[in-house]
């Protein structure tokens, strides 16, 4: 157990659909990352989030958006669904989003299939 | 595209071997991390090199950072068919910016 903790682990859905991804970070770190990863693209960053604020995007779908509560935990809500979308879904957390970094712990994942 | 690419693209060793992957970057960077990735899950940290570092060890992986070919290596030694699994490695785009970008990894099989 990395201490980053994702819900649901498989999830099924038709295209044009919405779901909502959840991520709680390890204790004591304040971000939240957000990554895509597919066959075809690899694993892309979709978005940041710190202690409640976003700080970064990256490959992230209109489509997409993502939020960061109080508590830190963190939703990834995917609209309007498309076979494309489907990957594993990552969330990973750390302690300090500077440039020493610190090393990133990922959650379990996960698997969204749209059919 | 891709900040970091690793090579090769599969691998597949004996157990007991040594297994070496590399990294190769684009842009100047503050630090560089490697992952392992177990088929279908989530990717686990390795370790960090820095910038200003060369060599760093951590029990059988060794991993070597040359910033003026902007490229890394991950040695494992004696590998075990445990270590069967993706590895990745994960460059920032140094600067002000500290978001690690991934390679499409390299595929290890280590056979017992």
């Known amino acids: 157990d990395s201490g980053v903790t994702q819900t649901p682990k498989h999830l099924i859905t038709a295209t044009g659909q919405r779901v909502t991804l959840r991520c709680s970070p390890r204790?004591?770190?304040?971000?939240v990352y957000w990554y895509q990863q597919s066959l075809d693209q690899g694993l892309q960053f979709l978005i940041h989030?710190?202690?409640?604020?976003?700080?970064a995007k990256g490959n992230i779908l209109e489509r997409f958006s993502a939020q960061q509560f109080p508590d830190l935990h963190s939703e990834l809500n995917l609209s309007s669904l498309e076979l494309g979308d489907s990957a594993l879904y990552f969330c990973?957390?750390?302690?300090?989003?500077?440039?020493f970094g610190y090393g990133y712990t990922f959650g379990s994942g996960t698997r969204l299939t749209v059919v | 595209s891709q900040q970091g690419e690793e090579d090769p693209q599969a691998l597949s060793i004996q157990e007991g071997e040594n297994a070496t992957m590399n990294c190769s970057y684009k842009?100047?960077?503050?630090?560089l991390q490697w992952y392992r990735q177990n088929s279908g899950r989530g990717l686990v940290h390795l370790i960090l090199?820095?910038?200003?570092?060369r060599e760093k060890h951590s029990g059988r992986l060794r991993v070597t950072l040359d910033t003026s070919k902007k490229s890394s290596s991950l040695l494992i030694t004696a590998s075990r068919a445990a270590d069967t699994a993706s590895y990745f490695c994960?460059?920032?785009?140094?600067?002000?910016?500290?978001?690690?970008?991934f390679g499409r990894g390299t595929s290890l099989i280590v056979h017992p």
């Open positions: 990973a957390s750390s302690v300090d989003p500077t440039r």
């Open positions: 204790s004591g770190d304040l971000s």
């Open positions: 989030y710190y202690n409640g604020e976003e700080r």
């Open positions: 842009t100047s960077i503050n630090n």
């Open positions: 090199i820095r910038s200003n570092e």
């Open positions: 994960a460059t920032d785009a140094g600067g002000g910016s500290y978001i690690p970008t």
